[in-house]
């Protein structure tokens, strides 16, 4: 078995066959092309763009491991974490030990290259094992949560199309209980990323908004350009303002997400004292999910932003699909109980690579 750096430029076709050994549920989906890779790991606005390295035998590819550099505030300290994605094993190598011993590898040649820590966000419970024996911990859970909106998709898996309309009646009224009722003094905006989220007056939001949260994703013009950005996908920015100042914010995609045709809520953030905006920006979120006709608003964050969010008061319901935010600390100036607090952290799917 041999470790080494992955050269895309003479062995990206071993990798593609590897993705789509690994991950079948994605063969010939836009996740599986040439293009998404190319975004994913060659685009993103830093250098190098990625981390990548194999573990081959006789020539043929058996791991694959990758990181994408991701800018991170901790405390008054910006660094550079790995977000670590599409980590793979072949099914001929499985139980081999190849995982574990090319994670090893890949952490020690990223320390190297001075990144100060990596994080990930497994969902597959097979896969944890080999992250822990690698030196990995478990930080905390990151649940989804769901506004449903209709009954239409998981009624008809289920069989049960003839409940629907019974179904369909009691969410609306759910929801009407829950209603967002905007107030007075907030103004949205909605619309492409690149144009709301390039202006002076979200910079200067970010800017505020970064102040309250200890450890955060630096979340520069730059990179929403390319987080915003995988092929095949299309994204919808919201704004709210009070006297034309930015005080809330979200950004969405519609998605399929367990056979759910979904409107994805993949950042949310709004001003301390400003959370009489939230009403006005989920209103607005939701008469966008309907638009597009989703049946489900969801998101992903942690308990405590959930709270903060006031996702229960506004309809939402926690889902039984949680993921895991796992981390491992390179540097010696990064210690581990400072990326490990839930309370410190302001972390939904914008940290990861997932939509």
């Known amino acids: 078995m041999e470790f080494a750096h992955f050269d895309h430029r003479e062995r ?32 993103a606005p830093a250098a190098p763009p990625s981390y990548e390295y194999e573990a081959t035998e006789d020539g043929k590819m058996l791991g ?16 550079r974490g790995g977000m670590v994605c599409d980590v793979m094993t072949s099914s001929q190598a499985r139980g081999k030990g190849v995982f574990t011993e090319l994670g090893r590898y890949a952490l020690a040649e990223m320390q190297a290259a001075n ?10 419970p097979e896969v944890m094992g080999g992250h822990l024996r690698a030196g990995w911990q478990v930080a905390f859970q990151l649940p989804m949560y769901l506004r449903p909106l209709k009954a239409n998709a998981i009624l008809k898996s289920k069989h049960l199309s003839l409940l629907t309309p019974v179904a369909n009646l009691a969410i609306a009224a759910y929801q009407a209980l829950r ?21 002076r007056s979200f910079e200067a939001f970010v800017e505020e908004w970064s102040k309250s949260v200890r450890n955060h994703l630096v979340k520069s013009p730059d990179f929403y350009d390319w987080r915003l950005s995988a092929p095949g996908t299309e994204y919808r920015a919201f ?5 034309e100042a930015v005080v809330a914010a979200a950004v969405a995609r519609r998605s399929l997400l367990h056979g759910i ?8 953030m709004v001003l301390k004292g ?9 209103r607005h979120v939701d008469n966008e999910a309907k638009r597009h006709g989703a049946e489900a608003i969801v998101t992903m964050m942690s308990t405590l932003r959930a709270r903060e969010y006031r996702l229960t008061r506004f309809g939402f319901l926690r889902s039984p699909f949680t993921f895991k935010l796992i981390v491992r600390a390179l540097s010696d100036a990064v210690a581990v109980e400072e990326i490990s607090a839930e309370r ?6 914008i940290d990861s690579d997932d939509l």
């Open 261 to 268: 045709p979904s409107f994805a809520l993949l950042d949310l």
């Open 179 to 199: 209603a967002a009722r905007p107030q007075e003094g907030y103004e949205p905006s909605v619309g492409a990323p690149r144009e709301l989220l390039r202006s």
């Open 344 to 349: 410190d952290w302001h972390l939904m799917w």
């Open 239 to 243: 704004l709210v303002y009070r006297d």
């Open 115 to 124: 990144v100060s820590f990596v994080t990930g966000y497994p969902i597959r």
């Open 274 to 282: 400003e959370e009489r905006a939230l009403p006005t920006l989920y």
């Open 12 to 43: 990206l076709s071993q990798r593609q066959e590897l993705f789509e050994d690994a991950f079948p549920e994605n063969k010939g989906t836009a996740l599986a092309s040439v293009e998404h890779y190319l975004w994913k790991f060659h685009h």
């Open 64 to 79: 694959y491991y990758a990181a994408i550099p991701y800018p991170y505030q901790l405390g008054d300290r910006n660094v």
